[in-house]
């Protein structure tokens, strides 16, 4: 971006506070930059959140605000959010990808007098008709962007308007800011959020100026699935780990230990394994699968393993099956439990940072924590587990993982204690991916 003499203002839309991490440093960049950056979350679905990330981000930060607003209400909404639903529960019905869990899944997120019509006979089959969805998007294309967000746009008129993630949730208000700008001709991007948005979540049903990827596959994802044209994707790397790269984070490393770029492996007698929680969407209770690994590491012949100690970190969104632990403790399980673990501001990202860089491995079903240990080079053993097969497996996400070559893949608990032997003697075949 090349300087001018007028200071340029950016506005950031996303659903909620908590979920503001993941495109942070799209904030940071145009700050840095010095732009103004504006973020608009969803006033309902924010209404229980914390403002804290928003908060914390904010302090010292000149050019920087953030402000609640509503999206589209009456009785208009019906008709567009059912369309979406309904096209987003089409697209995950013709993948040949992912597997049928997920249109399950989506199902619910269907207004619910179509969503019983969903349930019909012969229903899918109609809806995956080329008819349905050029009906369904003609819905989309005939529905008015929300008059007070057109109204806000052209009063604060903003260079350009990020919007993201817009496939989540059919009502989030993000989808809104981008329709609307989009209506009366501002600039528009889409960052990316996650590693499975653009294939265990919705149709994104705005097409934006331009989508931000992580990498190729991503933009494959986006053109196959999302029809967003090539020309209008451009790949950046992922948004969620620059908060490994800045150059705080790698000089505080460097300073530890001159002699690596980054990290700094652990010199602790008692070896740590760090088991990362899954979402209950992939794993609803994987506490089973933490006690069959503690039994196992339990009856291992060697004594490193057998005191090594397992810290579990619940998922942040699925922190309630924790307590299992304090009703039937575990002796060689400790539990990593506090109010919030969500690394979305500076303290909680150190945090999980500081568990990670201290573990010998990071174990774990499924989790995008997997990709912050290998950024930290902690060697990474993914537990396959028949009975998340269509979560686990049925993801392309998943797959990616396994493909990589990146993470030890175990078959089981006993499988996962052998390949912890095998890491802890120095044969960690996956060091160089």
């Not at 990709?371 to 979560?391: E, G, L």
């Amino acid at each position: 971006m090349h300087a001018t003499t007028t200071t340029m203002y950016f506005i950031i839309a996303t659903r909620t506070p908590k979920q503001f991490y993941n495109i942070q440093s799209v904030a940071e960049a145009l700050l840095a930059r010095g732009a103004r950056v504006r973020v608009y979350c969803d006033e309902r679905l924010s209404r229980h959140e914390p403002r804290a990330p928003l908060e914390a981000f904010a302090e010292g930060k000149q050019g920087f605000s953030f402000a609640f607003c509503s999206g589209r209400a009456g009785f208009s909404r019906v008709p567009v959010f059912t369309a979406r639903a309904l096209l987003s529960y089409r697209r995950f019905l013709l993948s040949k990808t992912q597997a049928l869990y997920y249109a399950r899944r989506w199902r619910r997120n269907i207004p619910l007098l179509a969503r019983l019509f969903a349930y019909l006979p012969g229903f899918a089959a109609l809806l995956k008709t080329r008819r349905a969805e050029a009906i369904l998007r003609r819905v989309e294309s005939r529905t008015e962007p929300v008059p007070d967000i057109v109204a806000l746009l052209e009063q604060e008129n903003p260079d350009a308007v990020v919007a993201a993630p817009t496939n989540m949730h059919p009502e989030s208000v993000e989808t809104e800011f981008l329709k609307a700008a989009k209506a009366i001709g501002i600039f528009t991007a889409l960052p990316i959020f996650t590693w499975d948005n653009l294939t265990t979540k919705g149709l994104l049903p705005i097409e934006p100026d331009l989508l931000l990827a992580w990498n190729e596959k991503q933009a494959r994802e986006a053109e196959e699935y999302h029809d967003i044209p090539r020309e209008q994707i451009k790949t950046i790397g992922a948004l969620p780990f620059d908060r490994w790269f800045t150059s705080t984070e790698v000089e505080r490393f460097a300073s530890i230990n001159p002699s690596t770029s980054f990290v700094v492996a652990p010199h602790t007698a008692r070896k740590k394994i760090l088991y990362v929680g899954t979402s209950r969407v992939t794993a609803p209770d994987e506490t089973w699968l933490v006690r069959e690994i503690a039994d196992a590491m339990q009856e291992s012949e060697r004594e490193d393993v057998r005191n090594a100690e397992l810290l579990f970190r619940p998922h942040p969104f699925n922190r309630e099956i924790a307590r299992a632990f304090v009703e039937k403790p575990c002796s060689n399980v400790r539990v990593l439990e506090s109010e919030s673990r969500m690394p979305n501001t500076k303290a909680r990202f150190d945090e999980l940072r500081a568990e990670i860089v201290g573990a010998d491995i990071v174990c774990g079903v499924s989790t995008s924590a997997f990709v912050d240990a290998v950024i930290a080079d902690r060697p990474v053993v993914a537990v396959r587990v028949s009975k998340y097969r269509d979560t686990q497996e049925g993801a392309e996400h998943w797959r990616a993982l396994c493909k990589s070559g990146a993470a030890h893949i175990a078959d089981g608990a006993s499988d996962a204690v052998r390949l912890f032997e095998r890491i802890i003697d120095g044969q960690d075949e996956k060091k160089k991916q």
